[in-house]
């Protein structure tokens, strides 16, 4: 009779129900699955049948057949009932004879905790409907699944966790009943750290949230300072008020169920696909620690795009820290009920604004709900990371020594794009064009964008960064000093970077605009893009960095039809390339994963122009000398891979031979010979940079800014004169950031009227430069200079 109840609940459930599986990756496919609910639920249990039924996962209703072990189910409920305590009177049965099984029974069984929400809700919501129609920590009953099924029947999800090994949880000499006492304890708080890690913490009403930030001891001290100087303490409190109202994010799931609807339909429109990696991870440290997502910034649809697929991954939406520029009318309440909290790009002059945000964000870190915001402030122009913006970094260290339940891990996430959608604002950006304040109309006026096509993205999550570990390695008890938060910065940024993938498009810039006219014949074209490929698989055999698979034909066909690519049918062949402004757009996507062949670049250039064999030696030196400034540059490890794993990947590459103790390029006239020098362009025009500032230091006396400002202005002027058509080339924070990074090396330092002095080593860097440099460049910064 029960199976008879069941198969008729079941078919009518399924005509209702949508349900999605999120953690299916968890399963494992050779062994013994046992499924774990937190109790018993027939609805629930129906959910997981049919989710496991369409990923062709075995039956939780399927037996359990095993030498020793005969089970007519292969599914247990922790607990009798929803709101039931958990006694060894009600401990599973089923659970209690698998624990007191044979050895070699537990070693082949696996148990997977399974959690069902019903709806996802964020915060406390103010309409009956989102009650009854959402999942948060109160227990969701009969009638609110009846209501889910009615109302919100695509918005069930099923999720299945890290499975628990019983052979490892059950040890050889346990007594039975400690044995399964302690693996309920074990079940109980993975399912608890599931919904956790799904629904985030059980906020309060936001409304008391703002006024704990407004009342709490930072903010009142702040005020009182202003009183001291006069100001008035009503409307200082005023303030307060308007700023914590105007700052909060005011997450509601009916927003966020209707924008994740929207959104899929927006990306199924636009993109051929999103992959995602990296996400296996999280949950485990979720468990321990609180998330703060450190994406790249390289469009508006970053935070879109994470926030999207967090969320039918079965993972806490985070709080994201957004720009008051996006506080516009409409755009601005969706945003905020979407997750976005906001501030200001300064918080210079106002102090009460700076402790209600700061008190703001560390109310969120204590009640454990995962944070976003963007290292580099702003969204990059030029393709490559920007230097990163310590604000937000320096508040959550603060926070963390200020004391938290859990502590912060910083979790680096990279974005890559075939095609950007901000493509033609950065296109006029790059050549001169002042930025553009957004605006309300900006929505309606991207409407088009559905036209078109902008091919796949590839979000990639990094390793965490745990920042109490961090901070017991610094050795930080009270405060990080400034130079501490910049190197925590860097290791962030060097996170995303390391996670990259070069995509098709990333190939063909990578390729193309090495060429003098950014244009290339086809089939030299297609043996770079050849080569580029098994480089890029030599150098990161661990799969940290990615490169497409695809035939180098596809990869070409695949980017002109994203019209990133023209072609040009000549006599003598096909030629392919670049106008000259859309080469200007296409260095952005070059820009994206240059870092990814820095050092192989790197050693092109010290060897392609020599006549005669360079000891290895003294190439390693080279490198070690020079490439920890390109890897400041690009936001990379600053110490070199293992240098003769990169030259051995280049000598079966053919690029370079290695004989004895000496390395030395192909013959001149040779096909490996041009591949060489396309590879050794990629970083040229960085060492040029360098170069010209190098050429000012030792031929002239400068003040810091003299020397950026002359040695921008040569730049500009090879640029003009030479077609370098690389807005990077004449960066003033490019300039700025290796001015610094000599002075930190020792290579300069200040007199005390504030000239330049320099080392004695910067002359053999200049003589060594001749047959690195190409010398229309040196012929070009000595005129400069005349």
């Not at 930030?213 to 308007?242: F, H, M, P, T, Y």
Request: proline share 5%.
């Amino acid at each position: 009779m029960k199976a008879i109840l069941y198969r008729a609940n079941r078919s009518i459930v399924r005509i209702f129900a949508r349900p999605t599986l999120t953690g299916a990756d968890n399963i494992p496919e050779d062994a013994e699955i046992v499924y774990v609910l937190h109790h018993r639920s027939v609805t629930n249990l129906i959910m997981l049948d049919l989710v496991c039924s369409a990923h062709n996962l075995p039956s939780p209703l399927a037996p359990l057949d095993l030498p020793g072990c005969q089970e007519s189910r292969r599914f247990f409920a922790l607990l009798r009932s929803a709101g039931g305590r958990m006694t060894m009177k009600d401990l599973s049965e089923r659970m209690t004879r698998l624990v007191t099984s044979d050895t070699a029974v537990r070693e082949k069984v696996v148990l997977v905790p399974v959690s069902v929400f019903w709806g996802r809700a964020m915060s406390t919501q103010n309409s009956l409907l989102s009650v009854l129609t959402s999942e948060y920590w109160a227990v969701t009953g009969r009638f609110k699944r009846f209501i889910n099924l009615v109302m919100s029947r695509k918005n069930i999800f099923v999720h299945t966790g890290r499975p628990i090994s019983l052979g490892e949880v059950v040890r050889e000499d346990d007594d039975p009943s400690i044995a399964a006492r302690r693996t309920a304890r074990l079940l109980r708080v993975r399912l608890r750290l599931q919904r956790v890690t799904a629904l985030g913490p059980d906020f309060s009403h936001r409304r008391t949230l703002l006024s704990q930030v407004v009342n709490s001891r930072g903010v009142q001290r702040a005020i009182d300072a202003e009183v001291a100087s006069g100001g008035d303490e009503k409307k200082l409190k005023r303030a307060a008020r308007k700023h914590a109202r105007t700052i909060a994010s005011d997450m509601a799931y009916p927003t966020i169920r209707i924008l994740s609807g929207l959104l899929r339909r927006f990306w199924n429109r636009i993109y051929d696909g999103i992959d995602a990696s990296g996400l296996d991870h999280l949950e485990d440290i979720s468990a321990t620690h609180t998330l703060v997502y450190t994406p790249s910034h390289r469009s508006h649809l970053d935070y879109l795009l994470l926030s999207y697929i967090l969320y039918y991954r079965g993972f806490m939406i985070p709080h994201i820290a957004a720009g008051d520029n996006l506080n516009l009318p409409i755009l601005g309440s969706i945003l905020r009920r979407g997750g976005a909290f906001f501030m200001r790009r300064s918080f210079r002059g106002d102090p009460v604004y700076s402790a209600v945000f700061d008190e703001y964000l560390y109310q969120v870190y204590r009640r454990g709900h995962c944070v976003e915001f963007f290292p580099e402030g702003g969204r990059t122009r030029t393709g490559r990371l920007l230097p990163p913006r310590l604000g937000l970094l320096k508040m959550s260290i603060d926070h963390q020594i200020r004391g938290l339940p859990k502590p912060l891990a910083f979790v680096p996430v990279y974005f890559g794009y075939e095609k950007v959608v901000e493509g033609s604002s950065y296109l006029s950006e790059l050549r001169g064009a002042d930025k553009e304040a957004e605006r309300v109309s900006d929505v309606f006026k991207n409407l088009k964008l559905i036209r078109q096509n902008f091919g796949r993205v590839n979000v990639r999550i990094g390793k965490p960064i745990k920042l109490d570990e961090w901070l017991a390695q610094e050795g930080i008890e009270t405060e990080a000093e400034e130079h501490q938060l910049a190197e925590l910065g860097k290791q962030i940024l060097s996170g995303i970077n390391t996670q990259a993938h070069v995509n098709p498009v990333n190939l063909v810039a990578l390729t193309t605009l090495a060429a003098p006219n950014s244009a290339l014949e086809e089939q030299q074209v297609l043996t770079q893009i050849e080569l580029y490929q098994q480089i890029l698989h030599g150098l990161y055999p661990d799969g940290s960095i990615t490169v497409s698979e695809e035939r180098p034909t596809a990869i070409v066909d695949h980017v002109e039809a994203l019209g990133l690519l023209t072609r040009y049918e000549e006599s003598f062949g096909d030629v392919l390339g670049h106008e000259p402004f859309p080469a200007v757009l296409m260095t952005w996507y070059k820009n994206n994963t240059i870092h990814t062949l820095a050092l192989p670049s790197l050693i092109a250039c010290f060897i392609v122009r020599r006549r005669r064999p360079l000891r290895f030696d003294l190439l390693r030196g080279m490198v070690e000398r020079v490439f920890p400034y390109l890897a400041s540059e690009l936001s990379i490890q600053p110490s070199p891979m293992h240098l003769d794993t990169c030259v051995a990947v280049l000598e079966s590459a053919g690029l370079l031979q290695k004989q004895d103790a000496y390395v030395c390029a192909p013959k001149a006239d040779s096909q490996a010979h041009l591949q060489l020098s396309l590879l050794a362009r990629l970083v040229s025009q960085t060492l040029e940079r360098m170069y010209i500032v190098i050429r000012h230091v030792t031929h002239g006396c400068h003040t810091r800014d003299e020397l950026r400002t002359s040695s921008q202005l040569s730049a500009q002027r090879m640029s003009r004169i030479y077609g370098i058509n690389a807005p990077e080339f004449s960066d003033r924070h490019l300039f700025d950031a290796f001015i610094d990074a000599l002075e930190h090396n020792g290579i300069i330092h200040y007199q005390p009227d504030g000239m330049i002095h320099y080392d004695p080593v910067l002359g053999q860097v200049l003589k060594a430069a001749e047959l690195v440099i190409d010398p229309d460049v040196r012929h070009g910064v000595l005129t400069s200079q005349s």
